[in-house]
């Protein structure tokens, strides 16, 4: 997979990115975020995949200190509850996968 240095995230993010809001200790951080919407394989039966739909958004490691699994994030106006959050490739960017309740 490509990496991406830090010069090419900010120009990225404003091209592709919606607007994303975390709340930590009191305070609200902004960034932008890249949405995606995919299906992928939940697990693995006898008889085959289970495959789900995943809600994931990807911002830039420092952007939004504090969050963590079972917080709000903010995604374009919707709120959704955060489910993971793993740094990808070089660490300068994260995934945070989502759900709505």
């Known amino acids: 997979m490509a ?26 951080y ?5 949405v995606d919407e995919s299906d992928e394989e939940q697990t693995q039966t006898q008889f085959g995949a289970i495959v789900g739909r995943v ?3 990807t911002v830039k490691t420092d952007a939004l200190p504090g969050i963590a699994e ?4 903010e995604v374009d106006g919707k709120v959704y509850t955060i489910v993971s959050v793993r740094r990808i490739d070089d660490g300068l960017v994260t995934r945070v996968l989502c759900t709505r309740d």
């Open 3 to 28: 990496r991406f240095g830090d010069a090419n995230i900010e120009p990225m993010l404003k091209k592709f990115g919606v607007p994303v809001t975390a709340t930590y200790l009191g305070a609200d």
């Open 30 to 34: 902004s960034s932008s975020g890249i």
């Open 55 to 57: 809600f994931s958004v």
């Open 70 to 73: 079972g917080g709000l994030l």
